[in-house]
């Protein structure tokens, strides 16, 4: 939800700490690990669009 809101730092932060926790739990090569992974990357573009457009 914090993604789309438009406060990325945070989600970033957020899901860091859920990729970590699923890593170590359920191990790297899991679906939902491989999930969170891709939500984060979708989540570091959005704010390197937001960083080059400046504030709205």
Do not use: N
């Amino acid at each position: 939800m914090l993604h789309e809101v438009g406060e990325y730092r945070e989600a970033i932060q957020q899901a860091e700490v859920v990729e970590e926790w699923r890593e170590r739990a359920l191990g790297p090569d899991h679906p939902w690990t491989k999930v969170i992974r891709e939500k984060l990357a979708r989540y570091r573009d959005s704010l390197d669009v937001a960083d080059r457009v400046g504030p709205v």
